[in-house]
């Protein structure tokens, strides 16, 4: 994609990007929640998109393959994100093979 196409991508999804996250904070609350996860699990990408990770794949499956290989860096944050989700959940979302978790 060229520079100035994606430049002006990027500024659609800054003008956007409030009305989708009050979207899923609705949906939430009044709507659908399985929408809502949905919508998480985008953001979720697109935190681990930030990092160097595959567009698809979310930050705890990533972090739960780090740790299954023994990476440091995934040896400290699957248990902080564990303590949030649950026990085992970057380990799950790894072993699934899914770039979903």
Not at 37 to 45: F, G, L, W
């Amino acid at each position: 994609m060229k520079r100035i196409q994606t430049i002006f991508l990027c500024l659609v999804c800054i003008v956007l990007m409030p009305i989708l996250l009050s979207a899923m904070l609705l949906q939430a609350l009044f709507g659908s929640t399985q929408r809502a996860h949905n919508m998480a699990i985008s953001v979720d990408e697109q935190g681990n998109s930030l990092f160097g990770g595959e567009p698809t794949d979310t930050i705890s499956a990533r972090t739960g393959r780090a740790y299954l290989a023994g990476k440091r860096w995934g040896l400290c944050l699957a248990p902080v994100i564990d303590f949030f989700f649950g026990k085992g959940h970057c380990i799950a979302n790894a072993r699934e093979g899914r770039l979903n978790g």
